[in-house]
């Protein structure tokens, strides 16, 4: 299990790779990609992303492990970023390997649902309209229940 914390960009082609290496037991890896989205109306011109060290990579780490011992993961990985980031950039990504891939695309949208609503950050966006603090959303609260 591999949690990242980091403002530097990351590859995400460069770690699925990595990720799915070596891997003669496994047979699925399942990844996701976040990406800073502009919105519907208006214009964003940057996010930022505050996080209080030690504590979230706790955070995640609880996360993944749940996810790991419900589906058997033979490995997940999660990268967060923080700081300044514009539209187009990678946010997040999470990779989980199994033996099977139901339990690898069940434990990666649990992890993906986790981390949007449980995970310890702090968003910003800066816009035409204003700043302002991005609030928990119900439907990502909602989504928890189906776990």
């Given at each position: 299990m591999q949690i990242r914390?980091?403002?530097a960009p990351f590859d995400f082609g460069d770690e699925c790779n990595r990720f799915a290496a070596n891997r003669d037991d496994t047979g699925a890896v399942v990844t996701f990609?976040?990406?800073v989205r502009a919105p519907e109306n208006g214009v964003?011109?940057?996010m930022e992303i505050e996080h209080y060290p030690g504590m979230t990579e706790r955070a995640l780490a609880k996360i993944a492990q749940t996810a790991t011992a419900r589906w058997g993961l033979h490995d997940c990985l999660v990268i967060h970023?923080?700081?300044?980031l514009v539209p187009g950039e990678r946010i997040m990504m999470v990779a989980t390997a199994s033996r099977h891939r139901s339990e690898a695309f069940a434990a990666a949208d649990f992890l993906m649902d986790y981390l949007k609503s449980r995970?310890?950050?702090w968003k910003k966006e800066y816009t035409d309209a204003g700043d302002g603090?991005?609030?928990a959303k119900d439907v990502d609260e909602a989504a928890l229940q189906r776990w």
């Open positions: 914390v980091q403002q990609c976040g990406i964003l011109h940057r970023r923080y700081g300044p995970a310890p950050f603090w991005v609030a």
